[in-house]
Every structure is written in structure tokens, then in C-alpha cells.
């Protein structure tokens, strides 16, 4: 029989599971991924380490909770193509650079 303390413990890690992992509903095909950069780049936890917030998942995310800006977007496929999350920001960079020569071109 298990002790008390082991069965409290498990049920805490199955709610920790549960609050990080995304909703079903949230599971859609997608064209394009928002974010924040500032919010990628500048992990409060970690600054080393970037991360990618459960609420840019949800699929009505449209404004940075904690900058008040509209989220950037990324093409689905810039992780789809990305072997791991670190290959995934340099993409990421190399399409932020990509729009921003884009945009100055408009500018002439």
C-alpha cells in the first residue's frame, strides 16, 4: 500500500503535467506561430535559456500579455523543419532579418 506522501506527490506531478501540457483544442494545423522576441529571447527564469510560452499556443493569441504588442509570426514550418528548439531560433532570426530587409526595401 502506497504511503500517503508518495500518493500526494504523484497527484502533484500529474497536475504539473496537466498545467504545461497544451489543450487538446489548441492542437490545430497551423500556417503560422506568434510569439514575442523579447519574450523568447529574455526568459525571466533563465536569460540563457529562450523558451517558448504555453500561452502563444492557444490559437486566439493575438497581444504579448506581459509587453502589450501585437505577437511576431513565424511559419509553422520554421520548427517542423528545425531538429531541436535552438535550430528553431536561428531560423527564427534568419526570418526576422529576411522581413526586416523586406521592409526596408518598401521604404525607397
Same mark, same amino acid.
Given at each position: 500500500?502506497?504511503?500517503?506522501?508518495?500518493?500526494?506527490?504523484?497527484?502533484?506531478?500529474?497536475?504539473?503535467?496537466?498545467?504545461?501540457?497544451?489543450?487538446?483544442?489548441?492542437?490545430?494545423?497551423?500556417?503560422?506561430?506568434?510569439?514575442? $522576441? #523579447?519574450?523568447?529571447?529574455?526568459?525571466? +527564469?533563465?536569460?540563457? @535559456?529562450?523558451?517558448?510560452? !504555453?500561452?502563444?499556443? %492557444?490559437?486566439?493569441?493575438?497581444?504579448?500579455?506581459?509587453?502589450?504588442?501585437?505577437?511576431?509570426?513565424?511559419?509553422?514550418?520554421? $520548427? #517542423?523543419?528545425?531538429?531541436?528548439?535552438? +535550430?528553431?531560433?536561428? @531560423?527564427?532570426?534568419?526570418? !526576422?532579418?529576411?522581413? %526586416?530587409?523586406?521592409?526596408?526595401?518598401?521604404?525607397?
Amino acid at each position: 500500500m502506497a504511503h500517503p506522501n508518495e500518493a500526494a506527490s504523484r497527484a502533484a506531478k500529474i497536475a504539473d503535467v496537466l498545467h504545461i501540457q497544451t489543450p487538446s483544442p489548441w492542437l490545430t494545423d497551423r500556417r503560422c506561430m506568434p510569439y514575442c $522576441f #523579447r519574450c523568447l529571447v529574455l526568459n525571466d +527564469a533563465d536569460v540563457s @535559456a529562450p523558451r517558448w510560452k !504555453r500561452e502563444w499556443l %492557444e490559437p486566439t493569441a493575438e497581444f504579448c500579455r506581459v509587453h502589450h504588442t501585437l505577437l511576431e509570426k513565424v511559419p509553422a514550418s520554421v $520548427f #517542423r523543419l528545425s531538429s531541436h528548439f535552438g +535550430a528553431a531560433r536561428r @531560423a527564427i532570426n534568419r526570418y !526576422r532579418d529576411m522581413r %526586416e530587409f523586406k521592409d526596408f526595401g518598401r521604404l525607397r
